[in-house]
């Protein structure tokens, strides 16, 4: 018997041939694509953090130290994301003038110092989330790997 | 008013790209470890391909950060501009790549709880295993401790059981329903005559008696065992045994009767000893009351005679009376004649008593019977062993002895046969032997007892006076030596017994200090 899923899919394949016009075979892409793409990303990966941290939360089957740092890890990683996604966002909200000596070590925000250049600035700091995503990870599977060596050494 | 300076946010990105970096290559290298260890493990696999695209977008990321901060305070922003967009899309994969690799997590992971499902199985089922083994291991040692300890036991049992059976001096047995023996030891084979267990070796085939035979198949059928049964068995030899019985039936486990298992003691040699100071004490009463009739009788006897002969003197000897007086005189005679041998009997009479040599002792008995013997188609056998040793002795009473036994073997051969004399040298009991066997009729069984009492007799009425026996034996007794009697006698090269009977008389040897003795 065929699954509702396979009949819907059927039924709008039909539905979008049937009024087709005209179509544009090579489409163009400008330059905020790749932000866009690039945020949808952040996006994607947060969902697959959010699922990892959620699956391996509330599979038993998985008692391991390991995946406890793996959750912290996403945990992290996942935040770390919303500050980069932030960051980007904030990077194109803000206007040349907003910086003093762009593109040297003096480089600062300029004054006045509002809610998103502070936001930026933070955003700026995003490494304080991403190294210790990194080093949960790493811990994870240093942990995975010492329990399972010596599962095996029983 | 100043700025917000962006140092501390370039030296924060510069440190922790590189930072980054290192974990995540870190994190690379370990599920690269996971993935060697376990290669089929589904979840290190998708770790593996997680920390590669991690440490793929750090990598991307860390050093396009790195870079862009080089870049632009070297004053190398175009190159910057030409950099960017690849390492921005390189992220962008990355992340992508990061995200997907999750995506596969799931399937990954149900077939990971599949695996590890089947593995905790199969471990649980492991561990049972183990347990079971260990368990079966621990039994199999405890009974293996066990049997080992029983066999040892039971060895030790078996060794001392044996030893008891092997070693017993009375015959210990075990046989079948039908009596048929399944196991004896040797002195039971030795009591019964054999050396080694014949083919067919049926307890009940030796019993000699049925009524005793009748006795223990009964008591052991109804009561289960007899105790201190008396009986006789016949060995193969055909020698009596008198036997004194214990036994015991077998039961198999429903109750029924498979055999019997019994201890048998030898009890002949007792019985004999008993019989034989039986007949001692009843030989000695006998020739006390013979020795106090005698006593009385001899003097009345002796004044008869001497009236008898005076009277015979006063009388013609042609004439009626003399003849009566002869006749009193002649049986007067006869009476003393027995007076005399009961005297002999209960050793009253007197004895002298030297050194002499058995075998002329014969000699000359024979002197005087041998013609009368072969007249009756006896032919006398001497079969003595020269330079015998001297015994102390009565000349006259032993000839007595010898005539005594040679004309009970005549009697005995109403149809001739043959006499045969033996002397020999026992040095062990230092005794001097001389057997007198002749090949007669034989001594039934029932009178052998009785043959030395006095007066028993198988001789028709006034033939035998039922003394000779009786003093031959108080002759012997007198000496200090011993007389036995064996009918049928046992051929010595076989075994066989022949008919007829023999007389052994047995002497001590003389010694110094047994020198001429003279008593009354």
Known sequence: MRSPFHTLTILLTI???L?????????????????????????????ALAYLYWHTRRTTALPSKGWRYLRIFCFLLFFWNLMALTGHELSVLLAPEDFIDIGTWREQLAPPITFFKIIYFIAKMDHFLNVPALLALFISLRTFYLEARAEIGK | MTGLPLLPTIVVDFTGSGLVIFLSFMALRYSYFLVKLQPKNFIWGFLFYFCFAMAAFSISRGVGHILRIILVLEEQEALWHRLSPWSGGFNTLLMISVASATIYYHSGLAAYKAIRSEAEKLAEANRKLAETADELQKVNTYLEDMVEERTLALSKSEKK???????????????????????????????????????????????????ALD??????????????????????DGSARHILLSANAIFDKNGFMTGCEGIAKDMTRLRNMTDQLIKQEKMASVGQVAAGVAHEINTPLGIILGYTQLMMDDFDKTGEVYGNLQVIERQTKVCRKIVADLLKFSRQSGSAKIEIDLNEIIEDVLAVTEHYLNISHIQVSRRFTPALPRVIGDAEKLRQVFINLFNNAQHAMADGGEIIVTTSHDPAANEVIASVRDTGTGIADDIKPKIFDPFFTTKEVGKGTGLGLSVTYGIIRDHDGSIAVESPVPEAETGRKMQGTAFYVRLPVAVEKNAINEEQ
């Open chain 2, 161 to 211: 059981f044996r030893h008891f059976f092997e070693n017993s001096k009375d015959m210990v047995y075990f046989c079948d329903i039908g009596g048929k023996i399944t196991d004896i030891n040797q002195s039971g084979l030795r009591m019964l005559g054999f050396d080694s267990p014949p083919e067919q070796f049926n307890l009940l085939s030796f019993f000699k008696d049925d009524r």
């Open chain 1, 19 to 47: 009024p087709a016009v005209n179509a544009w075979a090579l489409q163009s892409h400008g330059e905020p694509e790749g932000l866009y793409v690039h945020q949808m990303a952040h996006f994607l990966f947060m969902g």
């Open chain 2, 215 to 236: 006795q223990y198949l009964a008591a052991i059928s109804e009561n289960g065992f007899v105790s201190d049964f008396e009986m006789e068995l016949e060995s193969s």
């Open chain 1, 15 to 17: 539905i979008l041939l």
